[in-house]
């Protein structure tokens, strides 16, 4: 994917993030917006990694959302582009993505 098409898939994954973590962990989001909403994009080298991740913060309460593609540009529909994490506080995603590069 292109820079364009990563961004646009990486906002995708915040607003989505939100709105699942504003249904759960109110406390959390209160924090994140207070603070100015970070957000940190990292890189996974496959789908194998990014499974991984997942279940990882699944395992540790931390929301966690899809974004799959319509297919209208890059990428076949129904790819999975991304998953977002979060927002919670930022003590359990770096146990999730401490060993993951920035993009």
């Known amino acids: 994917m292109g820079a364009g098409k990563i961004s646009a898939q990486s906002a995708h994954a915040a607003v989505l993030g939100f709105e699942q973590a504003k249904k759960y962990h109110k406390d959390w989001v209160k924090k994140w917006l207070d603070d100015g909403q970070a957000k940190i994009v990292v890189k996974v ?3 194998e990694e990014l499974n991984e991740v997942k279940m990882k913060a699944e395992r540790l309460g931390v929301p966690v959302v899809e974004v799959r593609d319509m297919g209208l540009t890059q990428v076949d529909p129904g790819t999975l582009t991304c998953i977002g994490l979060g927002p ?14 920035l993009l």
Do not use: F, G, R, Y
């Open 45 to 47: 080298t496959n789908i």
């Open 88 to 101: 919670a506080p930022s003590e359990i995603i770096d146990m999730v993505t401490a060993n993951l590069k």
